[in-house]
């Protein structure tokens, strides 16, 4: 099972065990990270889901699609590195991936 | 497959009274949300969360979309999957209803005859679904468990009432294969919250998956159908406070920072009536997770001395089929309704505006108008008609203009 790092608002650093198959954003709230409060549920809504991601790790995601990056833009606190984690789901492939919880709105 | 080894029934200890610094009644949304921001805001007092529902607090909304289309299981709509008890010290109380406020003593009494005092008491207990004799409704797990396993032996599915729950609904049941015939009494579906263009793309898609809309209609045979569904509003769960002497009448009324006119008593969510500052002068009570989620945190910063007034642009969200419906703002007395981009294209937005300001928008399949409307919300800036109508030209850059 793949370990996902995540650094919250509070800088503290925390590895997960990630479930493959799901999303990072289910990921990171079965792990406890409450910052993380995913309004809508995962249906690319909302972006109260939104993480900062290794930059190391951008290339290893699926393509950002109109609607995520629509919705980023309503982040004040968007960068290059941002996605919503309820649009990335978690493999083998991500095992490793460093993500940051981003200022809340 | 009820949760019930999820229970954690530990306030039964004897007769003695117990007491909570805050106690908060409502498991839903509102509720669960009060608990984990007090904590996080750094309360240390001791927390009671008791509900009537036996479940951990879980999310309402899939409730009509994943979760009845069985792509998504109780345990995947928990509200946060952790354990309150262990990981943040909030004794939950399933299985109680309150029935009695005494404000002079702070005590609530349950049905079950269980005294409990408070120091403040958090009122988190939403709505109740009106009712149709015969007819199932959608409002709990328990609802929706019990409508599922009826499924497999129905074909012909009657719901009644084509608000958001009854649309959402029928796109489910109809993608499930099931022959759905939609009730509805006003003349158009989503009478009450959105303006006639969407109602009429509504049913369109509706009528374009099979779904048989009835308009005008207020008594339709239920013989002729093997399930019936009622999704036809809430009454607030408030009269317990009523009775207790909070002003109110549908809902309970609030401040702008959730207290109710009892002292120490406090409210939140659906069952809250309030002057929303982006709403119509009138007190309103709003049905949303935005608004149980963002008056939850009111109330959790003012206990926590760190009081903040509710001033949050109201949003929701509703997916039908492929559609993806997004509102941002209150529509609530517009005067004026513009289509801005051609719904044939199954992408466009409905915008109210109120003397001349943009106060809302519907926006069907456009991410991007949610998105930037709602900063023409926030500035009140007057937009001429034509402007905003023009899909080409980005909302952005109206409020620049
Ligand atoms: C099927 C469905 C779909 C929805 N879809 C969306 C959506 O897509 N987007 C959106 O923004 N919103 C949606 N909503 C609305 C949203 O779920 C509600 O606004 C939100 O749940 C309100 O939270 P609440 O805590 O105020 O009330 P609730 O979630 O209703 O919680 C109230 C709790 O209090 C308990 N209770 C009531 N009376 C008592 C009592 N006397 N004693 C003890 N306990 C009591 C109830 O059993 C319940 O558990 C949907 C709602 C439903 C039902
Ligand atoms: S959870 Fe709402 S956009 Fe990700």
């Not at chain 1, 972006?47 to 980023?72: K, M, Q």
């Not at chain 2, 927390?47 to 899939?62: A, N, V």
């Not at chain 2, 409990?116 to 008491?121: A, E, P, T, V």
């Amino acid at each position: 099972m793949p370990i996902v790092t995540v650094t919250t608002r509070d800088g503290r650093t925390k590895d997960l065990t990630a479930q493959n198959g799901r999303s990072l954003m289910e990921n990171l709230r079965a792990g406890g990270i409450e910052e993380i409060l995913a309004l809508c549920g995962g249906c690319c809504s909302c972006a109260t889901c939104h993480v900062y991601v290794d930059e190391d790790w951008l290339p290893a995601l699926p393509p950002i699609s109109a609607d995520e990056d629509d919705l980023l833009d309503s982040s004040g606190a968007r960068r290059p590195n941002s996605r919503l984690s309820c649009q990335i789901k978690v493999s083998d492939a991500l095992d490793g991936i460093a993500v940051t919880v981003a200022p809340e709105d | 497959m009820r949760r019930r080894r999820h229970r954690q029934r530990d306030h039964r200890r004897g007769a003695e009274l117990r007491h909570f610094d805050v106690l908060i009644v409502g498991t839903g949304h509102a509720g669960a949300t009060t608990a984990i921001h007090l904590r996080q805001l750094g309360n240390t007092g001791s927390i009671g969360l008791l509900g009537e529902e036996e479940e951990l607090p879980y999310e309402r909304p899939p409730l009509s979309k994943d979760y009845l289309a069985g792509k998504k299981s109780a345990a995947d709509i928990l509200f946060r999957p952790c354990n309150f008890r262990a990981e943040r010290d909030v004794t939950l109380i399933p299985g109680e209803r309150v029935v009695s406020i005494d404000p002079g003593a702070r005590t609530i009494g349950c049905a079950s005859g269980a005294t409990i005092s408070y120091g403040n008491l958090v009122w988190t207990a939403g709505g109740r679904p009106k009712r149709v004799a015969g007819a199932h409704v959608i409002r709990s797990l328990a609802d929706v468990d019990t409508l599922r396993a009826e499924l497999p032996s129905a074909t012909r599915i009657l719901i009644i009432g084509g608000g958001y729950i009854g649309l959402e609904a029928a796109a489910v049941l109809t993608s499930l294969g099931k022959q759905v015939t939609l009730a509805e009494a006003a003349d158009r579906v989503l009478a009450r919250c959105a303006a006639e263009p969407l109602s009429r793309f509504l049913e369109a898609e509706h009528r374009a998956h099979g779904v048989d809309i009835h308009l005008n209609t207020s008594s339709i045979d239920h013989n002729q159908h093997d399930l019936v569904i009622a999704g036809i509003g809430i009454l607030p769960n408030v009269d317990p406070l009523l009775q207790a002497g909070a002003e109110g009448a549908d809902g309970v009324l609030v401040d702008e920072h959730c207290r109710t006119t009892l002292p120490h008593v406090w409210a939140a969510g659906d069952c809250a009536l309030h002057h929303n500052p982006f709403g119509p002068a009138r007190p309103i009570r709003i049905e949303s997770v935005q608004n149980a989620s963002d008056m939850a945190t009111t109330i959790a910063r003012a206990l926590t001395g760190q009081p903040q007034p509710y001033r949050a642009v109201p949003w929701f969200w509703s997916n039908q089929y492929d559609l993806r419906l997004q509102t941002v703002g209150l529509s609530n007395d517009h005067d004026e309704v513009l289509v801005r981009g051609d719904p044939a294209t199954r992408k466009f937005a409905v915008i109210y505006r109120r003397a001349g300001r943009v106060i809302a928008l519907d926006c069907i399949n456009n991410v991007r108008d949610y998105v930037q409307g709602r900063g023409l919300i926030e500035s009140g800036v007057e937009v001429d008609a034509a402007l905003l109508a023009d899909p080409d030209r980005p909302l952005k850059s109206l409020l620049e203009s």
